[in-house]
């Protein structure tokens, strides 16, 4: 086996061979794998490049431990289908979003509501008490800066420990380039308003993040939505054809983990993205605000980590990984770093230097990396809990994204199913769930619903998506009698 | 004596009627002024309001108390002459800022330099241990609020606290419709995002603060400035020109103690202003982030408490007076309220909560309002000894705005002396001032400098403010024997 033959690290090749025998069911549910020393034998490597090839395998959920025992195929909770991929039409159109976006965002939030609605994780899922820990070290050693005018683009702390986050990325960013941002979502406005003008053609997933059709329409850009699957990520031969076709300014992508879909973007393909915006000399806004849940470690991966022109302008926060409070997002806009560092000094300011700082602490501690695998996990048995839920209540007919890593499921429901009216009854019984057709800018996804499964999860919960299911189910005898009436 | 004759109360009759005495020379320096009884029984008002009128000249620094012994007529620094009226061309301009005020605002805060370059008091002017505890006691008690995604404009606690503390500035605002942001300045660039289009016109003051120019800039307006005199404000009667004249979309303006001149729009004109912009039906924003500096407590009464349409959009923010470094800013948009809680939540989100609830508790606290008496004393303190020092030490012919409170002082130098020039000869010198020309959308005021004296403080400032004088001198000294030669 030879690891440069195709820049594939030997432990993914052992791994990705493993995958696909277990899917394809050569190896089938609570078979036995080879131990570390048998796999090391097997394939003429080390015993640690097995260990890699078989924790890879484990986070991807294809093979669990068992204590004394060695490694086992996983029992994957009842396969649905997975979503099919969207096709959407092959033009830019002016974004004119309605208020559904903005009342399901209030209702996923109200209390006594059990809400799939919003994508927050739940506070219980993070150490609480180390960042008040840290927070209060800061607030104490700085309490000058509590009354020092901020000025700049981030406290030099903050950037430096940002910089050295991004190398797990596998980016190497400099510090002075970073600029810190009260969120992601800032951050992205900027690269927006730096790289585009009113009127100007954005490209973004299909389904994509209802948040980013609403920067779309409040800076009055086009959205021009590309075909995207649910495993593989935006389809790259289709972005080709809209680059030669049509005047776009931006790509705006989550190559990790897309929202609503879960897709994540093979690292063949995030190459050949950086090669392809710097080709049109465009920019691509990466986010990589959920690159830390991806289960997959090369699929942390960012898109950044192949531009070597400055095309790439990456977007992060720590809000949905280790402490969704703080408010921090950060952004290097590449090429067009000055650009931004003005428009951000301009229009807003520097963020709360005490804030920086205890972000900085955080993301320093060595405790990071195992808090992060500890949320992955959990995230992990949620999601397997309520794609096996849904497998089990939603009418036949139902697909469900598989997503590898995060808390965000896109369920498409059987033709005919109309996912508004689900909403409005699922809002009937106190029950909030985000209607398909907030995320995108035409017409689209009308049958289908994104359930976020990261907040609270109490004993109601699991109830609450049989009842969903039910629902559905009940919708769809009254969808079927009438049509045959 | 009637107090409703014409809206002022009695107290301020009075204090008004004496000031005009002092100013006029009728009252002179060190002359003792009547006793409360004696004052309250010359003008038949009860002593309590006798209080009030010697209070207020006593805020005005037209009078000083001698223990045991009464009030006096104060020594005011040695007078020079308030700088002249500006008068802007009546055309708006695209505003094409060079990298002037960028890289002055840059140098401004170099350790190593003295500096005069930047508007911000600095930390050892508050009480850093009481903002401290605030922090530690709400990172202790809301420790869940720190990995809690915060959503919404602003958490009801600060909403509430703002609204009470606007009660100060004569404005009943309602807690829902505040918007928190992370500055005055993102509060005034979502008012104009809400009110104006790119090529738009907005008034300003002339000179306006260089930041608004850059927001203008930045969001692609044009800047009309109104001609404005050092001790009143921007002049009505060319604004109501400008409104009759031009396609303005808004007036953005610094009531209270504008930044660069210093000056105090009379509580009359406010309520001019209030219907002027409503009789337009265009959109005044309103700064409020100096009121609280103001000497005389009648000039903290905000345009907006005599806004019966909505049309006046308040901003503020406690970095200049209460925390610099909380970095929390707030706005209620009148009758846009809707549209500008839409833009902050799609375009940047929701503040830090922790910060938020610390801000509530300061503001909630009843040590608030003698922190500020004691701001306002120092930094009063501060403008004498620098206007006494600029009167000793600048060449003849210069002249320097006398604000009613606040740390920012306009010094109009003799005619052909280049303030270009003489910051570059004061940088040489490690001393950092603000030209003139930062504060204009046109070629203006390249004889002046702002100097900002709120900043760090020790014994080589004032030997710092008279080399600047001596280097003017110089530098006059040169223009004129040239222009001989």
Known sequence: MDEASNGTPLYLQIAERLARAIRAGTLKRGERLPSVRELAAQETVSPSTAVQALRWLEDARLIAAKPRSGYFVASRPAALPEPQASRPAPRSRVVQLDELGQAVLRQSVLPGLISFGAACPEPDLFDQERVRRAFTRVVQRHRDLLCTYPLGSGRAEVRRAVARYALGLGCELQPDDLVMTSSCMEAITLCLKAVTKAGDVVDLESPTYFGFLEILQSLHLRALEIPTPPRHGMVLAALQLALETQPVKAVLVVPTLSNPMGSCMPVAERKRLAQMVAQHDIALIEDVIYNDLAEQEDKRRAVRSFDASGHVMIC???????????????????????????????????QTAVVELALADLLNQAGSAAALRQLRATLARRVDEARALIADSFPKGTRVSDPGGGFILWVELPPGLDALALYAACMAENICIAPGAMFSASPRFRHCIRLGVGGRWGEEHPLALRRIGALAGQMLTVAISQRAA
Not at 316 to 322: A, D, I
């Open 316 to 350: 992060g926060s720590f809000s949905k990984t280790m402490a969704p409070g703080l408010r921090l997002g950060w952004v290097d806009g590449g090429r067009w770093a000055q650009a931004l560092h003005k428009i951000q000094s301009v229009q807003s300011g520097a």
